[in-house]
């Protein structure tokens, strides 16, 4: 079942106020990445999903495949599997949790900063990991929206140009 909220901050806080972010250098993987990384959200695939990507980064070897299921307009369903180090899987876990149920103009909308964001922080030399995962739902977008438009060249572009 889809949830209906569009606060995805909602569903990590511990209180009412956001909680900021650490000062100075992350060093160390935080419960939350840990448990993203221990227990990924959304694992799995969509046979005849409405849209795939598969991203990469040569960098440090990373991979991930992700499908999206869109009913009236809205992520209703988003799978993914990844290869890689313990940031790209909690980033890619996250980023999915926070893209299922959103619009797909919301969701095009989100970036790497509010994964990291809603993770709590990630080390800085885990930070490109989590651009692996909004470029995946991108281009699973991008996908999708090419299926449904063949003809319009604006269509399905892909998001990194």
């Not at 040569?58 to 992520?75: A, T």
């Not at 599997?81 to 909690?90: L, M, R, T, V």
Request: one cysteine or more.
């Amino acid at each position: 079942m889809v949830k209906k909220s569009n606060d995805w901050k909602s569903l990590y806080k511990k209180n009412d106020e956001d909680p900021p972010l650490p000062e100075g250098h992350i060093l160390f993987y935080n419960e939350l990445v840990i448990d993203h990384f221990s227990n990924p959200r959304n694992v799995g695939e969509i046979n005849d999903a409405d849209g795939y990507a598969l991203v990469g980064d040569p960098s440090c070897g990373d991979q991930m495949k992700l499908w999206i299921r869109v009913n009236e307009e809205r992520i209703s369903d988003i799978k993914f599997k990844s290869f890689g180090c313990p940031g790209a899987i909690a980033t890619s876990s996250m980023a999915t949790a926070i893209a299922l149920g959103k619009t797909i103009t919301e969701a095009k909308q989100l970036t790497d900063d509010d994964v990291i964001l809603a993770l709590g922080g990630i080390p800085e030399n885990k930070r490109h990991c989590s651009l692996m995962g909004i470029h995946a739902l991108l281009a699973a977008i991008a996908d999708y929206e090419k299926k449904r438009n063949p003809k319009d060249p604006g269509s399905g572009r892909n998001p990194s140009s």
